[in-house]
Structure formats: structure tokens, C-alpha cells
């Protein structure tokens, strides 16, 4: 599955900084039926966890609720240089991963 | 002396009718969506579409077929081979003998070239193909040529633009160039214009070609929608493509 994950390019230690998140999903709801009136079974996203340096900062348990192909905003706050990485898992037991590198500038 | 100046003047009237009817002033297709809509087509990273032109990238470098052959093998680097491409499509193909849109003239080069099967309509592979090839004429101009071997469907084009069709009875006229900028639903009408196709619908909830697009214009209308690939669908394509001469290109869009 793939997914995308931004971060700055650099933060100063201590700073609140953005992590954004854009998995390409169809998130099926399971309320809808293909072209010959079968029902499509449910299949969402249900989780997302992002760890920073080893360290889980981020947990998201994800509904039918969401759109297709999910976007996630969130914030952390920076402490040492590391990679920045997010892990997810849809119903059919699918799993996606993206990483990123931050460099916190000591201040 | 006389007939030298008539003729002059029939010449310029051809070349006036061969020149599409454009509404004034010109303006893309995201100015007609709200805010939120143009924020997320301006952010690079947040816009759904990136996925597919992502998706493309890598596409672009796979090999494929029993050529073995990857397209950057004969194109190089997309970024420089195929800056302003999609921007003359849909354009007259010599060795297809006809008018062709993009999707077309990548599926040409996969079964010609790769020696592949041809990608379906709408499938992944040519979204993302498609999308990755005409992100690179971001900012080019769209020029598309209507003279020559492309008149006769340029013509088709244009009189499927101002047929009257489906229950409703109405053209493509009638929204894009007499009712644009108002209010149908709960939605502004655009111009038409398919300088930034193909685009991320969020109806759709996926990334949709130019051609699907204009197949729910037909449903909406109520008429009976055209095959995909369908001549037809070729034509309106490249008329809108002459309409919207010079617009600048911004691809992947994202529309509601």
C-alpha cells in the first residue's frame, strides 16, 4: 500500500513541529455493492501508529467514517535527530509503512 | 482587385469559424471550487492526485511486457522528455491514423512498443501513467492543434458541443459558456475546461480521467453515455482543448 509522510527538513529541540500523513486507501465502508448488487465488505484503515526515534507519538484508530485515501495531521515534539516512521494496518490485514528523517538542531 | 479582397475576407471568416467560441474572461476550472477545494489542489503533498503521479513515477521506470522495456528506456528522464506534452493532446497520431488522447497514445506506446496488453480505462496503471506524464506540463500552455488530418474531428467536436442531448435536452453550451459561475445544486458551474485533468474528484474518491469526467456530464444530463475511448468522447476532448488555448496546466486537480 503506499503512503506518503512529510516533516520539516528541520527542527530546533523542543519545537512543535507537523507530520503529515496520506495513505492511498479506498476505505471501504461496506455499505456499498458493486455492479451486480453484491455487497463489498468492509475494509478501512483501522490503525495508524507513528513513532518518532522508537518512541510511539502518535496512535490512531481509524472508522468508516474517514474518506478515501486519508490525510492525517498531527503534531510532536522534537527531541533528538531520528527517523520519524508510521506504520498502518487496514481490515484485510493489509500493512503499509513510510519513514522520514528529522534533524533537530540542539539549541 | 475585388474578388482578390472577397477572397481574403472568406478566408478570414473560415479561419474565424474554425476558432472555438470562448467565454471571457477565460478562467480555470479551480477558481469555480471553494477554498478548502483550491488548498488542497495547491499543496503538493496533501493533494490525493500525488498519490497516482507518485504511483507514475515509479511506473514510469518498471519494465514491462515481452520488450522488458521500462518507458524511461526510450523517453529518458519524464521531467525533461515529456515537459509540455500533454498540453498539445489530444493530437493527430500518424501512425494510428487518427485523433488520439493521451491515455490513448500511452496504451500506444505499451502495445506497440512494450509489447504489453493494453491498460484498461481507468485502471491504476494508466491513472497513474497518465497523471505523471501530464504533471510534468504543469504551467504549459494548452495548445492543441485543429488544423490539418485533426479538422474533421475538431469539427465533430465542436457539434457535439452545442447538440442538444438527453432528457434534459440541453448542450454543453448551455452550462459552460451561458450559465458559468452560477449555481446548479450546491455547485458553481465551471467553463469546462480540461486543463487540469485528469483530477482527483472527491465524489469519486479517487483520481478519474478527463473522459470520465465528460461521461458524467452525459449522466447528468441524462443522455447515454459513450464508451470510454469512444470517438466522441475523443472529440469533445480536443474541441475543449482548443476552447481553453492558453490556459496553464496544473495537474493533478482536485475538484468536489
Known amino acids: ?107 | 482587385m475585388r474578388i482578390f479582397a472577397i477572397c481574403i475576407a472568406t478566408l478570414a471568416a473560415l479561419a474565424l469559424a474554425a476558432e472555438p467560441q470562448r467565454p471571457q474572461p477565460m478562467r480555470g476550472g479551480i477558481e469555480f471550487q471553494g477554498p478548502d477545494i483550491q488548498a488542497l489542489q495547491a499543496d503538493a503533498f496533501a493533494n490525493p492526485g500525488s498519490l497516482w503521479v507518485a504511483r507514475g513515477a515509479a511506473l514510469w521506470e518498471e519494465r514491462r511486457g515481452t520488450a522488458a522495456m521500462p518507458c524511461a528506456g526510450c523517453h529518458g528522464k519524464a521531467a525533461a522528455s515529456m515537459k509540455g506534452v500533454a498540453a498539445r493532446y489530444p493530437k493527430h497520431d500518424a501512425e494510428a491514423g487518427r485523433v488520439i488522447d493521451l491515455e490513448e497514445r500511452i496504451n500506444l506506446c505499451v502495445t506497440r512498443n512494450q509489447k504489453a496488453p493494453a491498460l484498461a480505462w481507468e485502471s491504476e496503471p494508466l491513472l497513474a501513467l497518465t497523471a505523471h506524464v501530464a504533471a510534468q506540463s504543469n504551467g504549459a500552455r494548452v495548445e492543441v492543434a485543429i488544423d490539418g488530418p485533426a479538422a474533421p474531428m475538431y469539427e465533430r467536436g465542436r457539434t457535439l458541443y452545442f447538440e442538444r442531448q438527453g432528457q434534459l435536452n440541453v448542450a454543453c453550451t448551455h452550462c459552460h459558456d451561458g450559465s458559468w459561475g452560477r449555481t446548479l445544486l450546491n455547485e458553481r458551474m465551471s467553463q469546462g475546461h480540461p486543463a487540469d485533468w485528469p483530477a482527483y474528484r472527491l465524489e469519486w474518491q479517487s483520481l478519474g480521467s478527463l473522459q470520465r469526467r465528460l461521461r458524467a456530464c452525459y449522466y447528468g444530463v441524462r443522455a447515454e453515455m459513450p464508451p470510454f475511448g469512444s470517438p466522441d468522447l475523443v472529440a469533445l476532448e480536443l474541441y475543449l482543448g482548443a476552447r481553453a488555448k492558453g490556459l496553464a496546466m496544473s495537474v493533478p486537480g482536485v475538484r468536489r
Open chain 1, 1 to 107: 500500500m503506499l503512503g506518503r509522510l512529510q516533516v520539516p527538513p528541520s527542527v530546533r529541540k523542543g519545537e512543535v513541529f507537523e507530520i503529515r500523513v496520506l495513505v492511498q486507501h479506498p476505505m471501504e465502508t461496506g455499505f456499498r455493492r458493486d455492479m451486480n448488487g453484491a455487497a463489498i465488505p468492509v475494509n478501512v484503515v483501522d490503525r495508524l501508529a507513528c513513532r518518532v526515534g522508537g518512541r510511539e507519538v502518535f496512535r490512531a484508530e481509524l472508522g468508516t467514517g474517514i474518506a478515501a485515501n486519508p490525510y492525517l495531521v498531527f503534531t510532536a515534539v522534537a527531541e533528538a535527530s531520528g527517523a520519524v516512521e508510521i506504520e498502518w494496518s487496514d481490515d484485510r490485514g493489509e500493512r503499509g509503512q513510510a519513514s522520514a528523517m528529522l534533524e533537530v538542531i540542539p539549541t
